[in-house]
């Protein structure tokens, strides 16, 4: 059974950093693209970087330049540098396989920034 854990979120200040990360289990991690997704305040949950097996990296247009998904096949871990963080970005953030695979989702971990 595929299980993701994510956690590194937090508060913090406009221009701020954090960096997030989630640890997968239940699937051969290294053979799968993973990516982050988030899901802003009463919208539906978005791709926001996807990193492929070979490590090929894509970004959605709201985050490239800020935010740069790197993993480590030998922890199965993704993770997620935020950057430059804007207000917009205050989402809770969820890791999975990319495109999704099955319907489990872990708990997400909350990041707010704060003007």
């Known amino acids: 059974q595929v299980q993701f854990v994510e956690s590194g979120g937090g508060l913090v200040q406009v221009g701020g950093s954090l960096r997030l990360s989630c640890a997968v289990s239940g699937i051969t991690f290294n053979i799968h693209a993973v990516g982050w997704y988030r899901q802003l305040p009463g919208k539906q949950r978005e791709l926001v970087a996807t990193i492929g097996s070979g490590g090929y990296t894509i970004y959605a247009s709201v985050v490239k330049g800020r935010f740069t998904i790197s993993r480590d096949n030998a922890k199965s871990t993704v993770y997620l540098q935020m950057n430059n963080l804007k207000p917009e970005d205050t989402a809770v953030y969820y890791c999975?396989?990319?495109?999704?695979?099955?319907?489990?989702w872990g708990q997400g971990t909350q990041v707010t920034v704060s003007s």
């Open positions: 999975n396989t990319a495109p999704v695979s099955s319907g489990a």
